[in-house]
């Protein structure tokens, strides 16, 4: 199975904006992330014919994209808040969840 490395992480302060990157490697991605202390939760899923699936809580303010053309997923973080803070994945529903990447949202 390729590598499904995550890129763009980093910290930001409260109401900036972040762009996480990760290949498309199944007709169905996830991004995920786990908070510290608590369970892993979804984020968004994204099918290749573009259908899409926010949580509600990031609803509004998460927009995920795809470049077809370099088979990358892009999920556009804006107006972020200290509570998104987590670790963040990204992988098909049901694939291994890798090492993630870090984001850190301070007030």
């Known amino acids: 199975q390729a590598q499904l490395a995550e890129s763009g992480g980093g910290s930001v302060q409260a109401g900036g904006s972040l762009t996480l990157s990760c290949r498309f490697s199944?007709?169905?991605m996830g991004w995920y992330r786990q908070r510290a202390g608590m369970g892993p939760e979804w984020v968004v899923f994204?099918?290749?014919?573009?259908?899409?699936t926010y949580s509600d809580s990031v609803k509004g303010r998460f927009t995920v994209s795809v470049d077809s053309a370099k088979n990358l997923i892009f999920l556009q973080m804006n107006s972020l808040r200290p509570d998104d803070t987590a670790v963040y994945y990204c992988?098909?529903?049901?694939?291994?969840w890798g090492q993630g990447i870090q984001v850190t949202v301070s007030s």
């Open positions: 992988h098909p529903p049901g694939g291994d």
């Open positions: 199944a007709d169905m």
């Open positions: 994204i099918e290749r014919d573009g259908i899409t």
